[in-house]
């Protein structure tokens, strides 16, 4: 058989095939409330509901403005959120207006919305670990056309509490100056922190770079004690506006739904996605619901850069 | 020449005096010349040409040809040449030298059959062939190079040898001493019905408690096929208990087991991508198979280092008669292959090659579809395979082999597209022409090279040894390479480049050595026993890369270090029957792994047992625990060569498993059942870590745990008559649980199909016109996908979508169901075979999906562009005619 003829059958035959739409009867989806809420120790309780939707909805999300969202310290009923409405730069949400949630107390989130199941949720804001000592080394400059590129090593020293398991995000920040040259005097502007994000190809079981910056960890490996790491840093300023400033550490010790929820959460947005490729289960600690409701407390410290 | 058996014939002749005066009449020098004559003959003649005074009765004389050569030499030593391994003594009593039978200990004497079962027309030995004898109904399989060995009484034998489809060959001789045997069987002209199961049932003793299924080359080219182009891999596919992806992707999975858990064999050497086209085909081209076996389930000790199946496939040795050959043309491959001897009935060769010509319609069609998209380029993709093997007869007793393989697979695609744009510069007060110009390239190769040299050697009658050098090597090669410029046309000058080029590579590399001993103590006792050691050496993976900006620099270098480990073994495992009706196969593997200053020490015991309960029922259960070395790591829903095969290590454990299975067969003389349970436990086996960078280094993002699988299977099959057939049918579980897949809960297997059914039948029109059609239906596999989404506010107030897709795996795909047929005519031409095979894939056109994606799309509502999302459901594989010429000399 001659080849343009073979060719042309198979042409034919896969000219019919590959793919179509499906209609997939995926009975698993019912709208549920989704609820997103981090909170810290001495802060308002923030909570943001909106409603899930299914795979294929392709819209914006729908946020609640008429939920009843309730707090409670155990069973101890404390305040009812309050609606924060949607504004340009913010979500619609629910803050509570006086009472700030503690360290070491168990907080419990109930949820009730018009056609929905009430849903809850409960977590608690764990001891903070103490950081020990912060240090910047280093630093090297490089010289790019418009730009300094700064890299420099971050060493961070913390003492693990001697609880079971405990988890954390490690999130870094670049102050950095505006300023202007006015009459040959430098007039400084300004000053605003960059957060340090990092890449994925540093990922392991343990830690793993947030990918909204930062890194997140467990202390599977050093539980209980004084423990180090060190990060090195890059950072670029345009030098004819901008100065290098401090650089500034938050150490969120976080509790364990934090850290699933962050950690899945993460992983899922650096995951190449597709057909092919294993998905990423989120973590959920929302009953009847979806989402997270999940306390930290941060630690702070900063350090000086000194080239 | 007989004389009558039962009368004593004395021969009493007068020496010359003085001879007998001086000396004895052992001592007195003779010559004996004579080829291929009894014990009778050759006695007479010596009594006729020196007037020796023998005495003996024909009776005691065993049935043995003798081929001698003797020059003055005394007549003691030629009489101890005649007479050695037969049960017959000599003394000079007075003038004469009587022959007499040794006394008869209490005990039955018993005596040994040994040889070799071989083609008649080529040469080639034949596996597990049944040698039984019909008077006593004993018996013995021939082992993985046609030996045999059978040891009986004394006495009458009517020696049956069968082989599937070969005419069966009957020996009557009396057993006096041990016997060798070169038993050579012709094949039958009405090619065989397509038997999976290939005991003689006549030898219910020989069946073993384990679950394995026999094929040859016949078989498979029976089988509807893909393109025409038979397949091994692809008839396991057909069998209970195995179960595959969407048109063989994925590869094969045995009783829930994962695709990394088969220990899949080309002469006794590990090959470790058995698949072409991510399973669309196998390595396995069917001219250069001789047999094939796999076994699901209850190992014998000899096999280790896989937890779920062995495919133990054994090549062709080549023709030692004849010059033949074949040449095959279809639609997707062309094949051919060519055999004979080196030295005739001494040494044979085989060599046969494979190539795919997939690039004569991926080419035109890729590059009408990218020109649709403006872009200049083409896909293509091809695979190939070379066989070859050598063998060398040194002696009755001493054979070596030499066998090579190779098989590749080559994928290509690349495109250049570019565009331009003009805009008025106020700086340059003229009008600027940019061009953009895009190039991208891939390159993805990857195969399997295997080699081994093995020597047979048989101690005595009953110690077969084989002892073989292996080499394997598996390596996946991928380059990419992205070129983007900004080009200032008027001036001909480019204002920017931006390279980025990468390649991949990973490899495993072995060198091993392995000694296996049969011993064929007697029908009731076979001990198999040895040792080996493996050398490994893994790459499992590193990326160099190059991105860069205007300026060329260093080329950085991210993934894995290599890894060098050594597997060793020791085996022993006893086959016995127990009576007449009960069969036993008890033995231990023991393997050791020295990898990175840890040693693991694993001890595997193994045992299978049969019982014929009656002639037509019997009962087999199996008890085995495997442990495996080796993990796989897919980054990919779907088997694909990139994954990485990467060693047991200080900090990841090897994979282990158990296995325990029951069942029974019936004979219903047309029909057999087969019906089995089974439950198999695994532990450490690996994955990477959910959203795992898959570049990264692997031992830290990998998560540990274990699977189940439990099941029934059943096989009702009819292998007798012009119609023959089978219907396999399974019901079966298999999950697992990763501490860091699925949030840590239990979630069903990919693989696991509830029901899978498949039918196969063919029947036989005539001798030179067979039909045949398979059918398989199976529940869908198990997948994730995104159910809902909500957002995520990030403190900066941007939202990003996070998507939940329930638990892992907890949808499930349609019911997979397909119908292939084929038609098979053979006719010859003077000195030729000519077979012409037609044939439909997916006859009805069964649009199986291989996964969905959920595809987002902008559509026009009331001029407003909206987003609108969809599943869309991709399949493979349409309905597909073959046809296949083949010319077989």
Redesign the interface.
């Known amino acids: 058989?001659s080849?343009p003829l073979?060719?042309l059958?198979?042409?034919l035959?896969?000219a019919?095939?590959?793919?179509?739409?499906?209609?997939?009867n995926?009975n698993?989806?019912e709208?549920?409330l989704?609820v997103?809420s981090n909170f810290g120790p001495d802060q308002p309780v923030k909570v943001?509901i909106?409603?899930?939707?299914?795979?294929?909805?392709?819209?914006d999300?729908e946020y609640l403005e008429d939920a009843n969202v309730l707090l409670y310290r155990g069973n101890t009923f404390l305040e009812i959120l309050k609606l924060v409405p949607e504004s340009p730069?913010?979500?619609p949400y629910y803050v509570t207006e006086n009472f700030k949630p503690q360290i070491g107390e168990l907080y419990t989130l109930k949820v009730d919305a018009p056609g929905f199941e009430q849903v809850q949720a409960t977590s608690k804001i764990p001891t903070p670990a103490r950081i020990r000592g912060l240090g910047v080394s280093d630093v090297s400059v490089r010289e790019l056309p418009q730009e300094l590129a700064f890299a420099y090593k971050v060493s961070i020293i913390f003492e693990d509490p001697l609880e079971a398991s405990n988890y954390y995000h490690l999130n870094f920040y670049q102050q950095i100056w505006n300023y202007q040259v006015v009459e040959n005097d430098t007039i400084i502007t300004g000053n605003w922190l960059r957060k340090i994000a990092f890449s994925?190809?540093?990922?392991?079981?343990?830690l793993i770079a947030y990918?909204?910056g930062g890194v997140l960890f467990d202390d599977a490996s050093f539980n209980g004690k004084a423990v180090g790491y060190s990060f090195t840093l890059e950072t670029s300023i345009d030098p004819s506006k901008h100065l290098l400033g401090k650089m500034f550490t938050e150490l969120r010790t976080v509790s364990k739904e934090y850290y699933?929820f962050h950690n899945?959460?993460?992983?899922?947005?650096?995951?190449p996605g597709?057909?092919?490729?294993?998905?990423?289960?989120?973590?959920?600690n929302i009953e009847n619901g979806?989402?997270i409701f999940a306390g930290y407390s941060p630690s702070l410290d900063s350090a000086a850069i000194f080239r | 020449m007989k004389k009558s058996r039962g009368a004593i014939l004395s021969l009493s002749l007068v020496f010359l005096s003085a001879v007998a005066v001086a000396q004895s009449a052992l001592d007195v020098p003779v010559n004996l010349g004579v080829k291929e004559v009894s014990l009778e003959q050759a006695l007479l003649k010596l009594i006729q040409d020196y007037d020796v005074r023998l005495s003996f009765s024909n009776n005691i004389l065993p049935d043995i040809q003798i081929s001698a050569n003797f020059k003055k030499k005394p007549l003691r030593q030629v009489l101890d040449a005649l007479l050695e391994d037969t049960d017959i003594s000599y003394r000079e009593i007075g003038n004469q030298i009587v022959l007499y039978q040794k006394e008869r200990p209490d005990v039955e004497r018993k005596f040994t059959i040994s040889g070799f079962v071989e083609d008649a027309d080529t040469g080639e030995r034949l596996i597990a062939a049944s040698v039984y004898d019909r008077r006593l109904g004993k018996g013995v399989e021939t082992n993985e190079y046609g030996f045999f060995s059978l040891t009986l009484p004394q006495g009458d034998i009517q020696l049956s040898v069968n082989y599937l489809g070969y005419i069966p060959q009957e020996y009557n001789f009396k057993l006096n001493s041990d016997k060798r045997l070169q038993i050579e069987l012709n094949a039958s002209l009405l090619l065989p019905v397509v038997e999976i199961i290939a005991h003689d049932s006549i030898v219910s003793d020989l069946r073993s408690g384990h679950s394995s299924d026999y094929f040859n080359a016949e078989d498979i080219e029976q089988l509807p096929a893909l393109g025409g182009e038979p397949d091994l891999i692809r008839a396991t596919h057909l069998l209970p208990g195995v179960q595959t992806g969407t048109d063989g992707i994925g590869g094969i999975h045995v009783r829930g087991g994962n695709a990394e858990h088969n220990l899949i064999l080309i002469d006794g050497v590990p090959v470790y991508n058995a698949l072409h086209a991510a399973g669309l085909f196998s390595v396995f081209n069917t001219d250069a198979i001789r047999s094939a076996q796999l076994i699901k389930g209850g190992f014998s000790a000899r096999y280790g280092g896989r937890l779920s199946s062995v495919l133990d496939v054994h090549t062709k040795e080549g023709n030692l008669n004849r010059l033949s050959g074949t040449a095959e043309i279809g639609?997707l491959t062309a094949r051919a292959s060519l055999e004979g001897p080196l030295i005739k009935e001494k040494s044979s060769f085989f060599v046969s090659a494979r190539r795919s010509f997939l690039n004569?319609?991926t080419r035109?069609?890729s590059e009408d579809e990218k020109a649709k998209q403006g872009i200049k380029g083409k896909t293509l993709y091809d695979f190939f395979d070379v066989n070859a093997k050598v063998n060398y007869e040194f002696s009755p007793k001493d054979k070596v082999y030499l066998s090579y393989y190779q098989g590749n697979d080559h994928f290509d695609n690349d495109g250049f597209s570019s565009d331009s744009f003009t805009y008025y510069s106020n700086r340059w007060e003229d009008t600027v022409r940019i061009r953009y110009d895009s190039w991208y390239g891939e390159s993805l190769s990857w195969g399997n090279t295997v080699a081994a040299a093995r020597w047979n050697h048989i101690f005595g009658n009953k110690l077969f040894a084989n002892t073989t050098l292996t080499y394997s090597r598996f390596a996946t090669n991928i380059y990419y390479g992205e070129v983007d410029s900004l080009v200032w046309s008027n001036r001909d000058t480019t204002l920017q480049r931006v390279y980025d080029f990468g390649r991949f590579r990973s490899s495993i590399e072995d060198v091993g050595g392995r000694m296996d001993f049969d011993w064929l103590l007697s029908p009731s006792q076979t001990i198999r026993f040895g040792w080996g050691l493996t050398e490994h050496q893994f790459n499992p993976g590193a990326l160099t890369y190059n991105e860069i900006i205007e300026y060329i620099g260093p080329e950085d270098v991210?993934g894995n270090d290599p890894i060098n480990s050594t597997e060793s073994f020791a085996y022993l495992e006893s086959n016995m029957v127990l009576g007449s009706k009960f069969a036993l196969n008890i033995g231990v593997h023991a393997a050791r792994l020295k990898v990175q200053e840890k040693t693991y020490n694993l001890l595997q015991p193994r045992l299978s047992a049969y019982w014929s309960v009656g002639e037509r029922f019997g009962m087999k259960a199996a008890y085995g625990e495997m442990a495996q070395f080796l993990h796989l790591l897919s980054?990919?829903?779907?088997g694909l060569p990139t994954d990485l095969w990467v060693p047991a290590t200080a900090d990841v454990p090897p994979q282990q498993a158990w296995q325990a299975s029951t069942g029974f067969d019936y004979d219903f003389k047309v029909l057999e059942l087969s019906i089995e349970g089974y439950y198999k436990k695994m532990h450490n086996l690996l994955n990477?870590?959910?959203?795992?960078?898959f570049?990264?280094?692997w031992e830290?993002?990998?998560?540990s745990g274990q699977g189940r699988a439990y099941g029934i299977e059943m096989l009702l099959r009819k292998s007798k008559g012009n119609t023959t057939g089978w219907m396999a049918y399974t019901l079966s579980w298999s999950d697992r649980r990763f501490e860091?897949?699925?949030?840590g809960e239990r979630y069903p297997f990919k693989y696991d199909r509830r029901h899978d059914l498949k039918i196969v039948l063919q029947h036989a029109f005539s001798k030179w016109m067979r039909v045949s059609a398979s059918w398989i239906v199976s529940s869908g596999f198990a997948v994730?996908?995104?159910?809902?989404?909500?957002?995520?506010?990030?403190?900066n107030?941007n939202?990003?979508p996070?998507?939940?897709?329930?638990?892992?795996n907890?949808?499930r795909m349609p019911y997979y169901h397909r119908l292939d047929i084929s038609a098979n005519f053979n006719f010859k031409t003077r000195s030729f075979w000519h077979d012409v095979n037609i044939g439909f894939y997916n006859l009805y056109?069964r649009?199986n999906?291989l996964?969905?994606?959920?595809r987002?799309n902008f559509i026009n509502e009331n001029g407003e562009l909206?987003?609108?999302?969809?599943?869309?459901?991709?399949?493979?594989?349409?309905?597909?005619?073959s046809?296949n010429y083949a010319i077989k000399f």
């Open positions: 058989m080849r073979l060719t059958v198979i042409i035959l896969l019919a095939a590959c793919e179509s739409p499906a209609d997939l995926l698993e989806f709208t549920k989704a997103i943001q909106s409603k899930t939707q299914s795979a294929t909805t392709g819209t999300p730069t913010s979500k994925p190809e540093t990922d392991n079981n343990s990918f909204d699933l899945s959460l993460s992983r899922q947005q650096t995951s597709g057909p092919l490729s294993e998905p990423v289960i989120i973590y959920n979806q989402g | 639609l004569w319609y035109p069609i991210q980054n990919s829903s779907i990477y870590t959910e959203g795992a960078y570049l990264n280094d830290e993002n990998v998560t860091l897949i699925n949030l994730s996908l995104p159910i809902a989404e909500y957002y995520y506010e990030k403190p107030g939202s990003v996070v998507i939940d897709y329930g638990s892992k907890q949808f056109n649009k999906p996964y969905y994606d959920l987002t909206k987003e609108k999302k969809e599943y869309v459901q991709v399949w493979l594989l349409p309905i597909l005619p046809v």
